[in-house]
Protein backbone atom coordinates (compact mmCIF):
# COMPACT_ATOMS: atom_id res chain seq x y z
CA UNK A 1 0.00 0.00 0.00
CA UNK A 2 1.44 3.86 -1.08
CA UNK A 3 2.19 5.64 2.06
CA UNK A 4 1.14 9.53 1.91
CA UNK A 5 4.18 11.82 1.63
CA UNK A 6 5.01 12.99 5.16
CA UNK A 7 3.33 10.08 6.82
CA UNK A 8 4.17 6.99 8.92
CA UNK A 9 1.75 3.79 7.70
CA UNK A 10 1.04 2.02 10.72
CA UNK A 11 -0.79 -1.18 10.35
CA UNK A 12 -2.46 -3.84 13.02
CA UNK A 13 -3.02 -6.70 10.78
CA UNK A 14 -4.92 -9.13 13.01
CA UNK A 15 -7.11 -6.08 13.86
CA UNK A 16 -7.42 -4.86 9.89
CA UNK A 17 -6.44 -1.57 11.54
CA UNK A 18 -4.52 1.36 9.61
CA UNK A 19 -3.39 4.48 10.18
CA UNK A 20 -1.45 7.23 8.68
CA UNK A 21 0.90 8.44 11.56
CA UNK A 22 2.40 12.49 10.67
CA UNK A 23 6.51 12.24 10.45
CA UNK A 24 6.60 15.93 12.02
CA UNK A 25 4.50 18.88 13.01
CA UNK A 26 4.41 20.58 9.62
CA UNK A 27 1.75 17.48 8.49
CA UNK A 28 -0.14 17.20 11.99
CA UNK A 29 -3.77 18.32 11.90
CA UNK A 30 -5.10 21.20 14.12
CA UNK A 31 -5.85 18.57 16.90
CA UNK A 32 -2.32 16.61 16.46
CA UNK A 33 -0.62 20.10 16.71
CA UNK A 34 -1.71 21.21 19.90
CA UNK A 35 -1.65 17.83 21.65
CA UNK A 36 2.12 17.42 20.52
CA UNK A 37 2.55 21.17 21.31
CA UNK A 38 1.30 19.94 24.48
CA UNK A 39 3.71 17.20 25.16
CA UNK A 40 6.51 18.39 23.87
CA UNK A 41 6.56 21.82 26.41
CA UNK A 42 5.88 18.88 28.93
CA UNK A 43 9.25 17.59 28.10
CA UNK A 44 11.13 20.40 27.48
CA UNK A 45 9.85 21.45 31.26
CA UNK A 46 11.04 18.20 32.64
CA UNK A 47 7.72 16.75 33.98
CA UNK A 48 7.80 13.63 31.65
CA UNK A 49 10.96 11.98 29.79
CA UNK A 50 11.75 11.55 26.53
CA UNK A 51 10.25 7.82 26.38
CA UNK A 52 7.23 8.88 28.35
CA UNK A 53 6.43 11.79 25.40
CA UNK A 54 6.74 9.00 22.57
CA UNK A 55 4.28 6.66 24.42
CA UNK A 56 1.74 9.57 24.96
CA UNK A 57 2.43 10.76 21.59
CA UNK A 58 1.22 7.56 19.73
CA UNK A 59 -1.65 8.05 21.90
CA UNK A 60 -2.91 11.28 20.92
CA UNK A 61 -1.63 11.54 17.09
CA UNK A 62 -3.82 8.17 16.68
CA UNK A 63 -6.47 9.61 18.92
CA UNK A 64 -6.84 6.14 20.79
CA UNK A 65 -8.71 6.13 23.97
CA UNK A 66 -7.54 4.23 26.82
CA UNK A 67 -9.42 1.45 27.93
CA UNK A 68 -10.10 -0.89 30.44
CA UNK A 69 -8.12 -3.95 30.22
CA UNK A 70 -9.10 -6.25 27.16
CA UNK A 71 -10.57 -9.57 28.08
CA UNK A 72 -8.19 -11.04 25.49
CA UNK A 73 -5.01 -11.66 27.98
CA UNK A 74 -2.78 -12.29 24.74
CA UNK A 75 -3.66 -9.02 23.33
CA UNK A 76 -3.25 -7.09 26.95
CA UNK A 77 0.05 -8.51 27.25
CA UNK A 78 1.28 -7.83 23.22
CA UNK A 79 -0.33 -4.44 23.78
CA UNK A 80 2.65 -2.62 25.44
CA UNK A 81 5.55 -3.82 23.04
CA UNK A 82 3.09 -2.58 19.96
CA UNK A 83 3.04 1.04 21.26
CA UNK A 84 6.56 0.79 21.83
CA UNK A 85 7.18 -0.25 18.52
CA UNK A 86 4.57 2.62 16.94
CA UNK A 87 6.02 5.08 19.65
CA UNK A 88 9.85 4.82 17.80
CA UNK A 89 8.45 6.48 14.49
CA UNK A 90 8.14 9.93 16.68
CA UNK A 91 11.73 9.98 15.91
CA UNK A 92 11.16 11.44 13.51
CA UNK A 93 9.47 14.65 14.72
CA UNK A 94 13.01 15.90 15.88
CA UNK A 95 16.72 16.62 14.31
CA UNK A 96 18.82 13.51 14.06
CA UNK A 97 21.66 13.77 17.02
CA UNK A 98 25.00 12.55 16.59
CA UNK A 99 25.29 11.61 20.28
CA UNK A 100 22.76 10.39 22.12
CA UNK A 101 23.69 12.84 25.00
CA UNK A 102 22.93 16.08 22.88
CA UNK A 103 19.86 17.89 23.57
CA UNK A 104 16.90 16.94 21.29
CA UNK A 105 15.99 19.58 18.86
CA UNK A 106 12.08 19.89 17.26
CA UNK A 107 12.03 19.54 13.59
CA UNK A 108 10.66 23.00 12.49
CA UNK A 109 10.18 23.29 9.03
CA UNK A 110 6.68 24.66 7.91
CA UNK A 111 4.99 28.61 7.49
CA UNK A 112 1.51 27.51 7.68
CA UNK A 113 -0.49 28.29 10.98
CA UNK A 114 -1.51 25.18 12.31
CA UNK A 115 -4.00 26.75 14.97
CA UNK A 116 -5.61 29.31 12.68
CA UNK A 117 -8.64 30.08 15.30
CA UNK A 118 -9.54 29.16 19.03
CA UNK A 119 -12.65 29.12 19.93
CA UNK A 120 -13.23 30.02 23.90
CA UNK A 121 -16.86 30.06 25.43
CA UNK A 122 -18.86 31.80 22.64
CA UNK A 123 -16.01 34.10 21.58
CA UNK A 124 -13.44 32.97 18.35
CA UNK A 125 -10.08 34.25 18.43
CA UNK A 126 -8.21 34.45 15.20
CA UNK A 127 -4.48 33.72 14.72
CA UNK A 128 -2.19 34.80 11.02
CA UNK A 129 -2.85 33.76 8.30
CA UNK A 130 0.28 31.30 6.32
CA UNK A 131 3.42 32.93 6.11
CA UNK A 132 2.41 35.40 8.63
CA UNK A 133 0.62 37.46 5.79
CA UNK A 134 -1.84 39.15 7.50
CA UNK A 135 -0.20 41.00 10.34
CA UNK A 136 0.92 44.61 11.27
CA UNK A 137 4.88 45.35 12.45
CA UNK A 138 3.69 46.14 15.50
CA UNK A 139 2.75 43.04 16.17
CA UNK A 140 5.99 41.51 14.64
CA UNK A 141 8.17 43.57 16.82
CA UNK A 142 6.32 43.35 20.63
CA UNK A 143 6.46 39.56 19.34
CA UNK A 144 9.70 39.62 18.93
CA UNK A 145 10.54 41.15 22.39
CA UNK A 146 8.33 38.53 24.07
CA UNK A 147 9.94 35.24 21.91
CA UNK A 148 13.48 36.47 23.03
CA UNK A 149 12.87 37.29 26.60
CA UNK A 150 11.20 33.90 26.72
CA UNK A 151 14.05 32.21 25.32
CA UNK A 152 16.47 33.74 27.72
CA UNK A 153 13.94 33.00 30.71
CA UNK A 154 10.94 30.77 30.15
CA UNK A 155 7.54 31.86 31.70
CA UNK A 156 4.12 30.64 30.94
CA UNK A 157 3.07 34.26 31.37
CA UNK A 158 5.14 35.60 28.33
CA UNK A 159 4.08 32.36 25.97
CA UNK A 160 0.08 33.68 26.75
CA UNK A 161 1.52 37.30 26.16
CA UNK A 162 2.54 36.04 22.88
CA UNK A 163 -0.55 34.33 22.04
CA UNK A 164 -2.57 37.18 22.71
CA UNK A 165 -0.55 39.94 20.46
CA UNK A 166 -1.77 37.89 17.33
CA UNK A 167 -5.18 36.05 17.97
CA UNK A 168 -7.65 38.83 17.96
CA UNK A 169 -11.50 38.76 17.13
CA UNK A 170 -12.54 39.18 13.68
CA UNK A 171 -12.99 42.83 13.62
CA UNK A 172 -9.58 43.78 15.10
CA UNK A 173 -7.69 41.92 11.83
CA UNK A 174 -5.24 43.95 10.20
CA UNK A 175 -7.96 45.61 8.14
CA UNK A 176 -8.74 47.84 11.41
CA UNK A 177 -5.12 46.96 12.59
CA UNK A 178 -3.65 46.04 15.63
CA UNK A 179 -5.60 45.79 18.59
CA UNK A 180 -2.72 46.63 21.35
CA UNK A 181 -5.07 47.80 23.78
CA UNK A 182 -6.67 44.31 23.61
CA UNK A 183 -3.41 42.38 24.60
CA UNK A 184 -3.71 42.33 28.21
CA UNK A 185 -7.19 41.41 28.54
CA UNK A 186 -6.59 38.34 25.73
CA UNK A 187 -3.66 37.49 28.13
CA UNK A 188 -6.13 36.55 30.83
CA UNK A 189 -8.45 34.68 28.64
CA UNK A 190 -5.04 32.70 27.02
CA UNK A 191 -4.50 31.41 30.65
CA UNK A 192 -8.06 29.84 30.67
CA UNK A 193 -7.03 28.03 26.73
CA UNK A 194 -5.74 24.79 26.21
CA UNK A 195 -2.10 24.71 26.93
CA UNK A 196 -1.13 22.93 23.51
CA UNK A 197 -2.35 25.44 21.61
CA UNK A 198 -0.92 28.64 23.26
CA UNK A 199 2.36 26.67 22.87
CA UNK A 200 1.64 25.53 19.98
CA UNK A 201 1.69 29.65 18.90
CA UNK A 202 4.94 29.73 20.25
CA UNK A 203 6.42 26.75 18.04
CA UNK A 204 4.85 28.52 15.22
CA UNK A 205 6.57 32.23 15.40
CA UNK A 206 9.60 29.82 16.33
CA UNK A 207 9.48 27.96 13.09
CA UNK A 208 8.63 31.21 11.31
CA UNK A 209 11.36 33.10 12.52
CA UNK A 210 13.69 30.22 11.15
CA UNK A 211 11.94 30.64 7.87
CA UNK A 212 12.52 34.96 7.91
CA UNK A 213 16.43 34.29 8.24
CA UNK A 214 16.98 32.25 4.89
CA UNK A 215 13.33 32.93 2.89
CA UNK A 216 13.22 34.25 -0.79
CA UNK A 217 10.43 35.70 -1.65
CA UNK A 218 9.03 36.92 -5.58
CA UNK A 219 8.67 40.39 -5.86
CA UNK A 220 7.68 41.78 -9.94
CA UNK A 221 9.04 37.99 -11.37
CA UNK A 222 12.44 38.87 -9.36
CA UNK A 223 13.69 36.69 -6.42
CA UNK A 224 14.75 38.70 -3.30
CA UNK A 225 16.87 36.90 -0.99
CA UNK A 226 15.80 38.39 2.62
CA UNK A 227 18.60 36.61 4.09
CA UNK A 228 20.57 39.90 3.41
CA UNK A 229 18.75 41.57 6.07
CA UNK A 230 21.14 39.58 8.71
CA UNK A 231 24.47 40.51 7.17
CA UNK A 232 26.68 42.43 9.53
CA UNK A 233 28.24 45.35 8.56
CA UNK A 234 31.76 45.07 7.42
CA UNK A 235 33.07 47.89 9.38
CA UNK A 236 35.59 47.57 12.26
CA UNK A 237 33.76 49.15 14.69
CA UNK A 238 31.31 47.76 17.01
CA UNK A 239 29.33 49.08 20.04
CA UNK A 240 29.57 47.70 23.29
CA UNK A 241 26.14 49.06 23.97
CA UNK A 242 23.51 46.58 23.09
CA UNK A 243 20.47 47.96 20.30
CA UNK A 244 16.91 47.85 20.63
CA UNK A 245 17.00 45.82 17.71
CA UNK A 246 13.86 45.59 15.37
CA UNK A 247 12.23 48.89 17.73
CA UNK A 248 15.31 50.74 16.37
CA UNK A 249 13.83 50.04 12.74
CA UNK A 250 10.04 51.14 13.84
CA UNK A 251 11.88 54.76 15.24
CA UNK A 252 13.69 54.45 11.70
CA UNK A 253 10.68 54.62 9.55
CA UNK A 254 9.16 56.90 11.42
CA UNK A 255 11.74 59.79 11.65
CA UNK A 256 11.76 58.94 7.82
CA UNK A 257 8.14 59.26 7.75
CA UNK A 258 7.86 57.13 5.00
CA UNK A 259 5.12 55.26 6.65
CA UNK A 260 3.98 58.61 9.25
CA UNK A 261 4.27 58.34 12.63
CA UNK A 262 5.92 55.54 14.88
CA UNK A 263 1.73 54.71 15.31
CA UNK A 264 1.37 54.72 12.03
CA UNK A 265 4.93 52.61 11.04
CA UNK A 266 3.33 49.85 13.60
CA UNK A 267 -0.12 49.38 11.99
CA UNK A 268 1.66 49.09 8.82
CA UNK A 269 1.06 45.77 7.25
CA UNK A 270 4.60 43.13 8.24
CA UNK A 271 5.70 42.19 4.68
CA UNK A 272 5.45 45.70 2.65
CA UNK A 273 7.78 47.19 6.32
CA UNK A 274 10.15 43.64 4.93
CA UNK A 275 10.46 44.76 1.73
CA UNK A 276 11.13 48.48 2.81
CA UNK A 277 13.93 47.12 5.09
CA UNK A 278 15.07 44.86 2.44
CA UNK A 279 15.17 47.83 0.24
CA UNK A 280 17.77 49.66 2.59
CA UNK A 281 20.05 46.91 3.15
CA UNK A 282 20.77 46.77 -0.33
CA UNK A 283 21.40 49.87 -1.34
CA UNK A 284 23.65 49.89 1.89
CA UNK A 285 25.50 46.64 0.62
CA UNK A 286 25.55 48.19 -2.98
CA UNK A 287 27.40 51.19 -1.48
CA UNK A 288 30.17 48.99 0.51
CA UNK A 289 30.65 47.32 -2.76
CA UNK A 290 31.13 50.40 -4.67
CA UNK A 291 33.55 52.06 -2.18
CA UNK A 292 35.08 48.85 -2.29
CA UNK A 293 35.98 49.17 -6.08
CA UNK A 294 36.64 52.32 -5.93
CA UNK A 295 39.34 51.78 -3.48
CA UNK A 296 40.90 49.26 -6.39
Known amino acids: MEVAEGYHLIEIPERGIKWDMPQHLAYCDPRQFAEMADLFFRYLNGSISYEELRYLAVYRLLNLKRTEENKDEDLETRKPGNIYQISTYLDSFFQPREKESNPIVIRQEYVHNPIPEVRHKFQTFYGPGDHMEDITFGQYVDALNIFATYNREPSQ ?7 AIFYQGRKTKLVSGYDKKGVERRTKIARKIYWGKIFGFYLFFASFQEYLATATVYWEGRELDLSILYIEPKDKFKSRIPGIG ?7 LAETSAFGNLNEVEQAPFWTIILRMYDIKKRDL ?9 KK
Not at 157 to 162: A, I, M
Not at 286 to 294: G, H, L, M, S
Request: aromatic share 8%; with cysteine.
Open 157 to 163: QLLCNLW
Open 246 to 252: MKSTAFM
Open 286 to 294: DNEAREKQA
